[in-house]
């Protein structure tokens, strides 16, 4: 059973596979057809009987097709979260908060310091950086898969209505997001455009390109980084970010305690991420906590963990 299509989740080679049509999807465009010897897929709120065991799938707000998965059996309810958030995205279906004995919980950003913000609010100060700079480039390093989606549907929700040009290993998942019905206005390939021409634009590209050599086709760019990880001003620095946004697909410190409070559940295990912190919060409002340490998770998103120092930079 599969939360959702990043790679740190979504592992090909396994004998069966469930998860939600889009996440079988994606592992689809990533891995080739025949990722796994055979997949099943599983809607939102649709309960499956294995044994002695229900399963259901219920809305994680991560990214399309991310889900939480809840497994019951006699009257015990334990629900795995994947990766979640329970801030608005208009491109994928929101996180549901599901009752539960058990919840197995990510901390990607367990520490109190990280407090994401309003993403809108961040897109704002893009838009006011390309008003700024009209002869400049603004190059915006996303997550291919969820991220730079959810930034294009925001630059449409704040009146951008300019093209928005794509890094080629952006093309096929957006074109996916596109099918599936998701609005993300009149989209080009940056490929070929004449340097002169890209000045006042936006492009989304992988963090990775955005300190490449792949950026001398673009004029005097200005770098931004859409990133939960650009609250720490250190990290912003260390990538020569010019424009850091505050902008995450994981719940930040507040929304991991009020959906650990709104499950109800008793007992909770942290993993992917910061658990420490977590586990002693959840021990000071009497809940049975503990951190659940998985093999293979942090190879994708935001996983990466800063130091104490960082974090308080």
């Known amino acids: 059973m599969i939360t959702h299509g990043h ?17 079988l999807d994606m592992m689809r465009l990533r891995y080739g057809e025949n990722f796994a010897g055979q997949t099943q897929a599983i809607a939102y709120g649709e309960e499956l009987q294995l044994g002695d065991v229900t399963v259901k799938f219920h809305p994680a ?8 998965i809840a497994v019951t059996c006699k009257d015990t309810c334990i629900v795995a ?8 995205d208009p491109t994928c279906t929101p ?35 390309v008003a700024l700079f009209p002869e ?14 959810r930034v294009m549907a925001l630059l449409r929700e704040a009146g ?9 290993a952006m093309e096929e998942i957006t074109r996916y997001y596109q099918s599936r019905g998701v609005e993300l206005g009149e989209l080009r390939d940056v490929k070929g455009m004449k340097k002169a021409d890209l000045a006042g634009t936006i492009t989304l590209a992988p ?11 673009f004029p005097d760019p200005v770098t931004a980084f859409a990133s939960g990880w650009m609250r720490v001003r250190a990290r912003a620095r260390q990538r020569g970010i010019e424009l850091p946004l505050v902008i995450s697909d994981h719940a930040d410190w507040n929304g991991l305690t009020a959906t650990i409070e709104a499950t109800g559940a008793g007992e909770i295990w942290v993993t992917h991420g910061q658990e420490d912190a977590l586990v002693h919060w959840c021990k000071t409002k009497g809940l049975a906590a503990r951190p ?5 998770y942090g190879d994708e998103d935001e996983h990466e963990a800063p130091s104490a120092k960082e974090a308080e930079a």
Do not use: M
Request: proline letters at 5%.
């Open 160 to 168: 951008y209505d300019a093209p928005i040009y794509l890094h080629g």
């Open 7 to 23: 790679s740190d989740h979504a592992r090909p080679g396994h004998g069966a596979v469930l998860a939600t049509q889009e996440t």
């Open 81 to 88: 979260s994947g990766d979640y958030k329970d801030a608005s």
């Open 136 to 149: 400049r480039a603004h190059l915006v390093g996303a997550y291919s898969l969820g991220k730079a989606q």
């Open 292 to 296: 659940l340490d998985l093999v293979g």
């Open 207 to 217: 963090p990775s390109a955005t300190s490449d050599i792949w950026t001398r086709r």
């Open 61 to 68: 707000g991560h990214v399309l097709g991310s889900a939480q």
């Open 95 to 129: 996180f549901e908060v599901v009752p539960c004995d058990v919840f197995i919980t990510e901390a990607t950003f367990g520490l109190p310091v990280f407090r994401h913000g309003n993403a809108a609010d961040e897109v704002k100060k893009l838009l006011a950086s």
